[in-house]
């Protein structure tokens, strides 16, 4: 269940008539607990899961304990609750208590309580939202109505599509978009004053249609109609009395084509329910992130649960720009000059979100911006004064028709709600209708249109009239507005796919923007354009841009190729933030990891990184640099390198059989041809796959040198194997595996084998291990391509392999599959700087190695994956990685590094110190 249908299932239950012994099982059923999980709490004896110790009480283990109490009892059942052992043993996150007239509950690790009427505890459901696995937003607990409209709006939207089909295909999508919007905009007005008189939109529509909806959308069409005539022209409109009182709401909004959708009776139950929330208090970013997921089939299911919280989205912006202006605000102080020049300032600035949504990072800029505006006019005592940042000032580019309608409303609500808070009703009653006719948010694609044209470098004209907000051609590229020259930032949270995701429409926009400009642009991430487009956009005008972005764009192989490009204009980058968790309220934490960069030309400013701490907080650093990686050192960019040039051992790829699986052999294969022809055992290796490295799986394959081919295939089995091979190469679509089929005995690619041993490391491997996944194997085993080698290399290169420097190396320079490490020899082995090392360093670091090695033994048969899962990695084990890391961070510089930002700031120095003096042999890009 998301946050919505948990909205309704608490709202149902606030409504139903109280039952003391069913309502615990009924509160956890409208969260989300299956009805076996239920059952079980509900059973009596042996099987049941309820663990309370208090009367009456259901507690259900690491979420909630609840009691059910007589009248005037609930204080005191909720002190009993939170002192109660069970509570405690069971790690419930919540304690609730109700006599079904009152209810009080609190949250036992924040320490935040709850106390509500028993019929209106469901305005608190976002409270509870931690119960269905869904981390809640300040916002929405704060202020459940965007996720009520929401559901409602949802779904009548369904039910107006499921009457109306035709009104969901290509050519009407946008007229029932449109009318959405429509919708949404009344039911704002008529709950703001607005429209005159209290609920007139629903109040009217209540009463002049039928019960079973059948003319309801007469009525619909008459209002909006009404809507659409200027008061000099009613007379002549002749419209009925009850559609004259409302108002002409201009930007036409309300022209073209009035056609309303068919309602069923229950569309009609549903847009009336819709209208009868409270939209006062709509918040116009929140609210238009959930509901455009309503418009869009594959994101409906959602409903809009990816929302951006408004913490995250000020993250962005205080560093763009508008901790500048608050501290501008802060020096200005009362002086009357100083202020009159800062809101001169902001009135020219613009915000640009080419990637806008519904809005949200342009609603939030506005509504900040307008807030420092109004300390200004009060300090200036000027507080009724009109606002002169313009509307049109925050800019948007977006490619969905319906998000784009819902951006350019949402600013509108956001500009009348701002004049009522900062200059009272009066005031922002007067000015609000009719709506201007400007069309600020272009309907298209940002990869595609120019933006100088959409946001003109500033004290240039560009000539495009639109005519009316809503019904211009919305692909509109060029817009005339006042441009006196100013200073834009350009910000927002662009779409992120990775190259083999995107579909052949985006790949075609990454190649118009980088062909030619960056090899292996293919390579790249979606959100890349937007970081290219504001970096040519930063060439012509004053602007500094910030976006959030996956985490991909700055590690790995993109690095070189998106960043020499962006850093050829000039742009630094002014501020980042390393990878966290983008919040939102999908369940069960559901939240991308992603980073947030900032760029523009200024190269003289400090720079801020900004990074999460351990607790959660905020950290932020002033440094002198910040590269590409977002690490505090040189702007140095990690190569692919095809040699190690210090006396490290050569890392080698594994072997690659491409034999359809016909020359390996599971034990019981190995046994049964082993035991039907003795000799075949010459002809068998143990093989190390990923699978086998991590969790000690046994596998075996066929290894037959060319001179005993003939021999081998005299058995019939391993005659049968090498003819499936010989088959299956000579099938094979790829040119290169082709001539191999004249040589099935072999495994297709043979790197090297060990005279000895071989170290092996697992190409992938997850990021939750604190230590890369290496082993030592004797030469009786073949490694295979998901694994690299060391064939016989001294054991120091293990320890080097294994140590959190190396770790932390490798999670940065090397491509990240998702969040887990993808190793590579030539980006992240021959690239670590590794200083020189004396013979007793080596014989140090051989030591520890081996005591790695011992530790894992003494847990003999445990595996790699049991040996590091991080909640139970063995003392000895980790005793051994802690000397092996002292004893080559020693040789670094003398102590351990304080932290991994240490470490990698050192790393990256070695490497611009190692790369200057021509020690890495750079591989062509
Ligand atoms: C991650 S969302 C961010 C939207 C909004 N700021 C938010 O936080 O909810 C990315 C937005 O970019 C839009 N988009 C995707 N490709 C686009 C393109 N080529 N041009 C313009 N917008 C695009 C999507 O429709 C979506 O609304």
Same mark, same amino acid.
């Given at each position: ?261 068919? *309602? ?40 809009? $649960? ?311 907080? $905020? ?31 050569? $890392? ?179 690239? =670590?700087?590794?200083? =020189? ?59 351990? *590094? ?28």
């Amino acid at each position: 269940m998301n946050a919505v249908e948990i909205e309704e299932a608490v709202a149902d239950l606030a409504q139903q008539s109280f039952d003391p012994q069913e309502f615990p099982f009924t509160f956890l059923a409208a969260f989300d607990n299956k009805p076996t999980t239920i059952k079980r709490l509900r059973s009596a004896g042996k099987g049941s899961t309820n663990s309370s110790d208090i009367p009456g009480g259901v507690l259900q283990r690491n979420n909630i304990h609840i009691a059910v109490c007589d009248e005037a009892e609930v204080g005191a059942t909720l002190d009993a609750l939170r002192a109660s052992p069970a509570t405690g043993k069971a790690k419930a996150k919540f304690i609730l208590a109700t006599d079904g007239r009152t209810m009080e509950a609190e949250n036992l690790a924040s320490g935040e309580t709850m106390a509500s009427s028993f019929a209106d505890f469901a305005e608190h459901f976002g409270f509870f939202l931690p119960l269905a696995g869904i981390s809640t937003v300040r916002e929405i607990e704060d202020n459940p109505i965007d996720v009520r409209a929401t559901g409602r709006l949802n779904k009548l939207y369904v039910e107006l599509l499921q009457h109306n089909p035709e009104w969901g295909s290509d050519e009407r999508r946008h007229d029932m978009n449109h009318f959405m919007a429509r919708l949404i905009f009344c039911f704002f007005a008529e709950d703001t004053d607005i429209f005159e008189g209290v609920d007139l939109f629903t109040r009217t529509l209540d009463q002049m249609s039928e019960r079973d909806g059948s003319n309801l959308h007469q009525v619909l069409a008459t209002i909006f109609r009404a809507m659409d005539v200027p008061h000099g022209e009613r007379d002549a409109a002749n419209l009925p009395r009850w559609a004259n009182r409302f108002p002409y709401v201009n930007g036409n909004l309300f022209s073209g084509d009035t056609d309303v959708p068919w *309602f069923s009776q229950m569309a009609r139950t549903y847009l009336v329910h819709a209208g009868r929330l409270d939209w006062r208090a709509i918040n116009p970013d929140i609210f238009g992130s959930m509901i455009q997921a309503v418009a869009d089939e594959s994101e409906r299911g959602s409903l809009g $649960m990816h929302y951006t919280s408004v913490p995250n989205i000020l993250k962005v912006l205080n560093p763009l720009f508008l901790d500048d202006l608050r501290a501008q605000l802060d020096k200005a102080g009362d002086n009357g000059r100083k202020l009159l020049n800062l809101r001169k300032r902001m009135a020219r600035i613009r915000v640009f979100d080419p990637a806008c949504g519904s809005g949200n990072f342009l609603v939030i800029a506005y509504k900040e911006m307008r807030q420092i505006e109004a300390e200004i006019n009060r300090r200036r005592g000027e507080v009724e004064r009109r606002s002169d940042i313009p509307l049109t000032n925050f800019r948007g580019i977006e490619i969905r028709d319906f998000a784009a309608e819902i951006a350019r409303l949402a600013l509108i609500i956001a500009e009348y709600q701002c004049d009522v808070r900062h200059r009272g009703q009066q005031e922002a009653l007067r000015e609000f209708l009719p709506l201007s006719h400007d069309n600020w948010i272009t309907c298209g694609n940002a990869l595609r249109l120019d933006w100088l044209a959409i946001c003109p470098p500033t004290g240039s004209g560009v000539k495009m009239n639109a005519d009316d907000l809503f019904e211009t051609p919305l692909d509109q590229a060029e817009i005339e507005f006042e441009n006196e020259g100013g200073e834009t930032y350009i910000c927002g949270n662009p779409p992120y796919r990775g190259s083999t995701w995107q579909t052949k429409a985006q790949k075609a926009d990454l190649k118009a923007i980088f062909e030619g400009r960056t090899r292996g642009w293919k390579s790249l991430d979606y959100v890349a354009g937007w970081f290219m487009k504001a970096a040519d956009y930063g060439t012509h005008t004053n602007a500094a841009s910030a976006f959030v972005a996956t985490n991909s764009i700055c590690q790995g192989q993109q690095v070189a190729i998106l960043w020499p490009p962006i850093m050829a204009t000039e742009h630094k980058i002014n501020f980042a933030h390393t990878s966290f968790k983008w919040a939102n309220l999908a369940s069960h934490n559901a939240g991308v990891t992603v980073i947030i960069v900032g760029i523009s030309r200024d190269a003289e400013s400090k720079k801020h990184l900004f990074s999460t701490g351990e607790d959660g907080n $905020m950290l932020e650093n002033q440094v002198d640099n910040i590269n590409p990686y977002l690490i505090a050192a040189p702007d140095v960019i990690v190569k692919s390198s095809y040699g190690v040039a210090d006396g490290r051992s050569v $890392m080698e790829w594994g072997n690659k059989p491409t034999d359809n699986g016909n020359l390996f052999l599971t034990k019981t294969d190995r046994n049964s041809l082993v035991s039907n022809h003795p000799h075949a055992d010459k002809y068998i290796k143990k093989f190390l796959g990923a699978q086998e490295l991590i969790h000690k799986h046994l596998r075996y394959c066929l290894w037959i040198n060319d001179e005993d081919r003939t021999d081998a295939e005299k058995i019939p089995e391993i005659r049968r194997r090498t003819e499936k091979v010989a088959e299956f190469r000579a099938a094979s679509k790829a040119a290169q595996t082709r001539p191999a089929a004249a040589f099935p005995h072999r495994f297709r690619q043979i790197q090297s084998t060990a005279n000895k041993y071989s170290l092996v490391i697992s190409r992938v491997s997850s990021e939750n291990r604190e230590y890369l996944p290496v082993d030592l194997v004797g030469q009786d085993t073949i490694i295979g391509d998901r694994n690299f080698a060391l064939y016989d290399a001294p054991l120091w290169n293990m320890a080097l392999i294994v140590s959190r420097l190396h770790w932390v190396w490798i999670g940065t320079v090397c491509v990240r599959l998702e969040m887990r490490f993808s190793y590579s020899n030539t980006l992240g082995w021959n690239t =670590f700087p590794v200083p =020189f090392l004396t013979e007793q360093n080596k014989a140090d670091l051989t030591r520890c190695a081996e005591n790695i090695l011992l530790a894992r033994e003494a847990h003999f048969p445990a595996t790699i994956a049991d040996l590091y899962d991080p909640e139970k990695m063995p003392d000895d084990l980790r005793h051994a990685h802690e000397q092996n890391d002292e004893t080559l961070e020693r040789i670094y510089i003398g102590r351990r *590094f304080k932290n991994d930002t240490e470490r990698l700031e050192k790393l990256f120095d070695m490497y611009a110190q190692m790369t200057d003096s021509g020690q890495a042999e750079s591989a062509a890009q």
